[in-house]
């Protein structure tokens, strides 16, 4: 088996599956996000995840769920921002003009939405995987990353391994079995071995989330982003799709229409456990130089 730690690009392969089928993962365009949360409330009734909240009001907008946890595998951001009076773009979609500036009727600054259905990113080089000191999480044969509840600790080592923060212990009531236990998607890994759709890109009604093999993805988002280049929206940019960044490419990957950093995402990520061999490597030349002094000091004791 190769070592997770320097990024397979089978990771699957990798994992020890012999002849494993195509790699799985989602591509999710946000220029054609609605916001509807049909993604949000598929997830939770297949993967019957408790709820988080979710009906209580933040004030930050219609974003409700706030973030991803053990209680939210997916999450739909809402960001609203200033926009240029040129910000009207086509898209692509039927009579709509997402997500072009809205000028108020007193003049005012105009204004546009940006949306985004998040979720785990199934890195290549997956953080939470390399820490897990029990096997809990495991590398499946779609190349996705998946939590066993029944052999999790609750160690947490999981939780600072990711560089997106998303996998988190569930808090509830006593008796819930998943209390205490590491959470988060699992690409539908139990729909997946049936040979269906995820249960959020089945219910999103503007196949905002797209799912697939990822190599499929991959072309279908790049001729996506010259679409909308084609058509004036020139900050569109794909997101995770990279398998040079710091993960190793994810297996959830994005078309953001303004920088990372503007949907909660972080600009660079890097896998905690990418120095690991570095580190490993400077700790036995440190043992070798201590261990040399050390039969140095004998030896100058033994002429004595």
């Known amino acids: 088996m190769a070592d997770q730690l320097f990024g397979p690009s089978d ?11 195509a790699r799985k993962g989602f591509f999710t365009d946000t220029s054609i996000c609605i916001g509807c949360k049909a993604c949000e409330v598929a997830c939770k009734e297949w993967n019957a995840v408790p709820a988080d909240g979710g009906m209580a009001l933040t004030g930050n907008s219609y974003d409700n769920t706030v973030g991803l946890g053990a209680s939210t595998w997916r999450h739909v951001a809402f960001i ?54 029990t096997g809990a999480l495991f590398r499946t044969e779609f190349g996705t990353v998946v939590v066993q509840d029944d052999i999790c600790n609750g160690c947490g080592y999981c939780i600072p391994a990711c560089p997106y923060g998303v996998i988190e212990r569930r808090d509830g009531p006593p008796g819930d079995p998943a209390v205490g236990i590491a959470q988060k998607c699992t690409l539908c890994y139990d729909r ?19 799912f ?5 993805l991959h072309q279908r988002a ?19 799709h990279d398998p040079d960044d710091g993960v190793g490419g994810t297996g959830a990957f994005f078309l953001l229409l303004d920088r990372p950093e503007v949907y909660g995402l972080p600009p660079d990520p890097v ?11 400077r700790a036995a030349v440190a043992a070798v130089g201590l261990l040399a002094g050390a039969a140095a000091a004998f030896a100058g004791e033994r002429r004595r």
């Open 11 to 21: 990771p699957a392969a990798d994992a020890g599956y012999r002849d494993p089928p």
């Open 80 to 133: 609203e921002q200033r926009a240029p009076e040129t910000a009207s773009v086509d898209l692509g979609m039927p009579a709509m003009t997402l997500p072009g500036a809205q000028t108020p009727a007193d003049g005012r600054q105009p204004f546009r939405w940006l949306m985004e259905s998040d979720v785990c990113k199934h890195c290549t080089r997956a953080g939470c995987l390399d820490v897990c000191p």
């Open 192 to 210: 997946l071995k049936g040979d269906l759709e995820p249960a959020c890109a089945k219910a999103c009604p503007t196949k905002s989330i797209q």
């Open 212 to 216: 697939g093999d990822l190599e499929e």
């Open 222 to 240: 790049r001729e996506r982003v010259d679409v909308l280049a084609a058509a004036g929206e020139t900050n569109a940019q794909l997101y995770g």
């Open 271 to 281: 896998v905690p456990t990418r120095h690991l061999p570095m580190m490993w490597r």
